[in-house]
C-alpha cells in the first residue's frame, strides 16, 4: 500500500507538502503544477484519501461581533449582509465560520486558523481583542477606523463619499435646509471624523444649502422614529425640506414618523440614508440611500485572511470601497 513518503519521491516534494496538499490544506502555498504533480502521484500510486481525516482537519475561523448585531434583521441589515458575504465566502472555500460576541471571545475554538474582527469597536476595545488572539493568529479588521494601520489587514469604506454622495442628491433636487439626524458613536472615531463633522464641511462648501439642525440619539429604527417627532413637535423648527440619516435604520423611523404626520415625502421633505440596507426598498416610499457594499465587505476580509494563512504575502493591506448611491422614491 502507497504511503505518504512514497508520494513524496514520486513528486519531487516533502512528506508534509504532500499531507497538506492531498488534504487540501488552504494555507499550503504551491504552484497549481506541483499540487497536480502530487494528486498525479497520489492517484497513480492507489493512494485514497480518508475523507473522515479531511474533515476533522477542515480550516476554521472566528468571528467577533459586538453583542447586539444580530437582535434584529430591520436594525441590522448591515451586519446581516456583511455575514452573508463572509460565510458565502467561506463555503466556496471549505471553510467553518464560528461567529462569537466579543463577551463570549473566551469560547473562541482552539484550532481556528484566523480571526475577523467585525464592527466599530473603539481602538481601545480593537487593541483587547487583538491581544487576546496574539501575532501569531492572522485576522482582519473590518471597521471605520483602525487602531494601528498597517500592521493589519483593515477593510474599510470611503465614509466622506458616503455623507457627499448623499448630500449631492439632495442638493440635486434642489433641497437647501438640511437636517442631520444621527446615531451617537459611543465606541468609534472623536467627531472631527464622524459623519456630523463631513456634513459640516459640505454646508461650507455650498453655501446655498444651510444647516436645518443636528439630531443625535440612540441608533435603530424607534430612535429615528422618536426623534423625528420631537424635532416636530417643537412649533418654533420650521420643517426642513430635506433630511440626512447616518444610517439607514434611523431613516426608517423617520419615514415612519413623517408618514403619521401626513408630512408627503419627497414632495414636501426629500430623506436620504446611508448603507444601502435591503429593507429600505420595502419603506413608504421606498428610501434613497447610500450603498456600502456590505456583503462584498464580508467576502473581502475572508479573501484577505486566506492570503495570510497561505503566506502569500507577509505586508499588511487596507481595502476602501467606494459608496454608490441607490435612487428609490424618497428624493
Known amino acids: 500500500m502507497a504511503t505518504l513518503v512514497d508520494i513524496a519521491q514520486a513528486a519531487g516534494v516533502s512528506k508534509a507538502t504532500v499531507s497538506r496538499a492531498l488534504r487540501e490544506d488552504p494555507t499550503l502555498a504551491i504552484t497549481e503544477e506541483t499540487r497536480e504533480r502530487i494528486l498525479g502521484a497520489a492517484k497513480a500510486l492507489g493512494y485514497k484519501v480518508k475523507e473522515e481525516k479531511k474533515k476533522n482537519r477542515e480550516l476554521s475561523i472566528v468571528v467577533i461581533h459586538k453583542e447586539d448585531h444580530f437582535n434584529t434583521k430591520w436594525n441590522n441589515s448591515f451586519y446581516f449582509s456583511m455575514r452573508y458575504g463572509i460565510e458565502k465566502r467561506c463555503l466556496e472555500n471549505k471553510i467553518r465560520s464560528f461567529f462569537l460576541p466579543v463577551s463570549y471571545l473566551d469560547q473562541t475554538p482552539r484550532d481556528i486558523g484566523g480571526a475577523i474582527i467585525m464592527g466599530n469597536f473603539s481602538l481601545e476595545n480593537q487593541e483587547k481583542i487583538r491581544a487576546f488572539f496574539g501575532e501569531h493568529i492572522p485576522m482582519v479588521l473590518i471597521a471605520r477606523k483602525c487602531s494601528r494601520p498597517g500592521t493589519i489587514d483593515w477593510i474599510t469604506y470611503d465614509e466622506v ?6 448630500m449631492d442628491r439632495l442638493h440635486q433636487a434642489g433641497r437647501q435646509r438640511i437636517l442631520y439626524i444621527g446615531g451617537i458613536n459611543l465606541e468609534g472615531p472623536d467627531e472631527k471624523t464622524h459623519k456630523i463633522a463631513y456634513f459640516k464641511e459640505y454646508l461650507k462648501e455650498y453655501r446655498q444649502m444651510e444647516c436645518a439642525g443636528v ?10 422614529y422618536v426623534m423625528m417627532n420631537q424635532w416636530l413637535s417643537e412649533k418654533e423648527h420650521p420643517l426642513p425640506d430635506g433630511i440626512l440619516a447616518s444610517n439607514d435604520p434611523i431613516a426608517f423611523g423617520i419615514l415612519r414618523a413623517l408618514a403619521e404626520r401626513g408630512i408627503q415625502v419627497p414632495g ?4 436620504v440614508g446611508i448603507n444601502g440596507d435591503a429593507p429600505g426598498e420595502n419603506t413608504v416610499p421606498p428610501l434613497t440611500s447610500v450603498d456600502l457594499h456590505t456583503s462584498e465587505l464580508g467576502e473581502e476580509a475572508v479573501r484577505c485572511l486566506l492570503e495570510q494563512m497561505r503566506g502569500q504575502r ?5 481595502v476602501m470601497y467606494s459608496p454608490e448611491l441607490i435612487e428609490r422614491k424618497s428624493v
Open 268 to 271: 414636501e421633505v426629500s430623506v
Open 161 to 166: 463619499d458616503c455623507v457627499r454622495l448623499a
Open 314 to 318: 507577509r505586508y499588511a493591506k487596507k
Open 215 to 224: 439630531l443625535e440619539g440612540e441608533h435603530g429604527t424607534d430612535s429615528g
